[in-house]
Nanobody, 128 residues
Framework: QVRLVESGGGLVQAGGSLSLSCAASGRTFSTYAMGWFRQAPGKEREFVAAITWTGGITYPADYADSVKGRFTISRDNAKITVYLRMNSLKPEDTAVYYC??????????????????WGQGTQVTVSS
């Protein structure tokens, strides 16, 4: 089992920035990738960004088109923590953001069904 704990959500004005963190614990040695998904009220949970690595090598991340150029996902190998830096936030970015981890190998990374472990979610609200 892998336990994921998110932090860093909140309220911000449009154009502002927020950073999210996701700390992983448990059987993390089998983790192939970690990512962020979000779910707005009345909508399906959608892919935001994901990152994968082998040992100390981090490979290029994948991003949803809607966040490319604004969001950056990164990781701290020593802390087994993944971050999501969100810049130029828009009201349509408002959602509950979930951290996720998967053991299934291979790309693409946006396949929600391949993620086995999920955090509890953190609310991000962007006011206009």
């Amino acid at each position: 089992q892998v336990r994921l704990v998110e932090s860093g959500g909140g309220l911000v004005q449009a154009g502002g920035s927020l950073s999210l963190s996701c700390a992983a614990s448990g059987r993390t040695f089998s983790t192939y990738a970690m990512g962020w998904f979000r779910q707005a009220p009345g909508k399906e949970r959608e892919f935001v960004a994901a990152i994968t690595w082998t040992g100390g090598i981090t490979y290029p991340a994948d991003y949803a088109d809607s966040v490319k150029g604004r969001f950056t996902i990164s990781r701290d190998n020593a802390k087994i923590t993944v971050y999501l830096r969100m810049n130029s936030l828009k009201p349509e970015d408002t959602a509950v953001y979930y951290c996720a981890a998967r053991e299934a190998r291979g790309r693409p990374l946006y396949e929600r069904g391949l993620y086995s472990y999920w955090g509890q979610g953190t609310q991000v609200t962007v006011s206009s």
